[in-house]
């Protein structure tokens, strides 16, 4: 995902970048934060379930140290010291654009149903969800 | 304000203070959705009211709707509440299928609106108070239909992306009856400022009721939220029942849960949604999609200004204005139309009178006929005819009564109704004579006991006489002269 379409890359791309613009000098603010975030089976189960990814029961240890080390590896970001850097959302001045209340799309439900598996009488067809 | 101690439930073991707070779902009056520009009309063919961004395709991006964002802030004004001149859009994730994106797109930590209040009417007659803590904008998802095939359900995205604007208020309500009058109060503001049709049969309005109970002045206790509660009566029975249900666990010992009920309105009774259990880590993050929504102060000032005079503005001019009391002003400020047709009837007129005719009988024939007030047969214009001619004496306050009630159910005119029926107030003195004559000759022996020291039985001649003229003898009239027959 390029970084000006994500807001949280982009206010710490724009942290830095403000840092070095004003030749700021870049300080640790925590020196022991870089210590790896230690995720557990359960916890990689439950994230497993939520985002409904099956992961084999085999799997959950291999997955749990690899998911450590990648935010481990983001965390180092959480060294450098941002209490002076306002949050910023986007870098190049880009402003949230507004839509007039207009209508001007829809009627095309043969488009919208066009890669459902199964469809009937102009629904989408779903295994049944039992309430 | 009221007496709180009145609200207070009698279980077996003492008594119960039930307290809710409410989080209602309206939906924005708009044309098109919150982020694209598909139609939100109601009740279309399924899934022809869908863009290729409300169903999630890949690679489509939501574009936020102007006029939602207006509508928004125009809710915070009529709710007192602080605008929050920035606020974030956040992806809350959960899996069901009528939502294509697998999340939707609401605001969590920066909502659009803050802290307001809404001063809620209670059928007593006094007020209370109840604080808003935010209003933020959501998309709605689509419509599952389960009912319609042994092993699947069906899925209408023509809903999915409308905007919502979620109205969530504080824990602040003490009985049924207060959270049906708040949900009221609160439909009726967003009626009068236009943002939300209030429609709850259609689904445009719908509530989310947290109820718990404790001891009165206990620390809150856990409370259960019920889900989807569509109209006011509602509201009520789902609190009515689900707070005993609460007592009884508690006085027997137990324990509640914090979980999602459902209420059914068939049974009147709630009952737990355990499929719904494990879904409550929505994994809020920022939308990569949008960013902030910012707006300048004179954004906030242009929408101030078109504000319309809200129910309580209006209920306090109408006292001030009318001499209404408190309570007439409330029955007739509590929907925008009537109180506009109140108000061209009681311009240039007696503005009691006129309260009094819109309020019990115009109210009165509306409500047996089962009609609202724009099916109603008699118009603004027509009732102030007919409160013209009791005026200039044509017709009796008994008499204008006999005559409205023909209006409405002919539609016709009140001159036409008095010319057609003969209904005119007779204020020839001539014939009003005649017709007292004719009472004192046929009543010799009450007469004398009138005579004799018994002036109540005055009463009953004015009787006599109204009904010997078909109730058409001006009052007014009769009164002195047959003061002066009796007494001379």
């Known amino acids: ?131 | 304000m009221s007496d709180p101690s009145a609200k207070l439930i009698k279980g077996n073991t003492g008594e119960w203070e039930v307290v809710i707070g409410l989080e209602v779902h309206a939906q924005v009056l708009s044309q098109a959705k919150l982020f694209s520009g598909a139609s939100t009309a109601f009740g279309a063919a399924p899934n022809s009211q869908v863009s290729l961004v409300d169903a999630a395709f890949p690679g489509m991006l939501p574009v936020i709707n102007a006029f939602c964002i207006e509508q928004a802030v125009r809710t915070g004004l009529g709710l007192k509440a602080k605008i929050n001149r920035r606020s974030v859009f956040d992806r809350k994730n959960y899996f069901y299928p009528d939502l294509p994106a697998g999340y939707q797109i609401s605001q969590y930590k920066h909502p659009i609106v803050g802290e307001g209040k809404v001063t809620v009417d209670l059928p007593d007659g006094t007020t209370r108070r109840v604080g808003i803590e935010r209003l933020h904008l959501e998309q709605d998802a689509g419509k599952s239909l389960h009912d319609q095939h042994p092993k699947q359900s069906y899925v209408d995205l023509n809903r999915a992306g409308v905007a919502l604007m979620e109205i969530v208020s504080r824990p602040d309500l003490r009985s049924a009856e207060e959270a049906a009058a708040y949900l009221r109060k609160l439909r009726a503001i967003l009626r009068y400022l236009g943002t939300c049709d209030g429609n709850m049969e259609e689904g445009s309005m719908r509530a989310d009721v947290n109820v718990s109970v404790r001891r009165p002045g206990a620390p809150l206790n856990t409370r259960c939220e019920i889900k989807n509660v569509n109209s006011m009566r509602f509201v009520q029975q789902a609190v009515e029942y689900e707070s005993r249900r609460q007592i009884q666990v508690l006085e027997d010992g137990g324990t509640i849960r914090q979980e999602t009920r459902l209420f059914d309105s068939s049974k009147g009774e709630t009952r737990s949604m355990r499929s719904k259990e494990e879904a409550h880590d929505y994994r809020y993050f920022p939308d990569p999609d949008l960013l902030p929504l910012e707006f300048d102060q004179a954004f906030v000032d242009r929408i101030a200004a078109t504000l319309p005079e809200l129910p309580d503005e209006k209920k306090a001019r109408f006292v001030s204005q009318y001499g209404l009391g408190a309570y007439e002003a409330g029955v007739l400020v509590a929907e925008r139309e009537p109180a506009e047709y109140y108000e061209s009837v009681a311009k240039g007129r007696d503005p009691k009178l006129a309260a009094n005719w819109v309020s019990v009988e115009l109210f009165g024939q509306l409500n047996k006929a089962g009609k609202d007030l724009a099916q109603s047969p008699v118009s603004a214009a027509g009732l102030g005819e007919l409160l013209d001619l009791i005026k200039d004496g044509t017709l009796s306050q008994r008499l204008a009564k006999d005559v409205f009630a023909l209006m409405f159910e002919t539609g016709k005119g009140a001159a036409a109704v008095v010319a057609e029926k003969g209904l005119k107030q007779v204020s020839d003195t001539g014939a009003i004579e005649a017709a007292i004559d004719k009472v004192i000759a046929d009543n010799a022996a009450k007469v004398a006991e009138y005579r004799g020291g018994k002036p109540t039985l005055f009463g009953w001649f004015m009787g006599q006489v109204m009904k010997a003229t078909g109730g058409k003898a001006n009052p007014g009239m009769v009164n002195p002269l047959l003061k002066k027959k009796l007494d001379g």
Do not use: H
């Open chain 1, 1 to 131: 995902m390029p970084a000006e379409r994500n807001p949280r890359l982009a206010r710490i791309g724009g942290a830095l970048l403000d840092l070095r613009r004003r030749r700021a000098p870049i300080t640790l603010a925590r020196p022991g934060a870089a210590a790896l975030s230690k995720l557990d089976r359960e916890t990689v189960r439950r994230i497993a379930r939520l985002a409904r990814i099956r992961v084999e029961e085999n799997e959950f240890e291999p997955l749990a140290g690899e998911l450590s080390k990648i935010l481990g590896f983001v965390e180092q970001l959480s060294q450098v010291d941002t209490a002076a850097v306002e949050p910023l959302a986007a870098i190049n001045g880009l402003t949230l654009p507004w839509r007039e209340d207009r209508v001007a799309d829809g009627g095309k439900a043969d488009d919208v149903l066009a890669n459902a598996p199964a469809r009937a009488q102009g629904y989408y067809a779903v295994p049944k969800v039992v309430e």
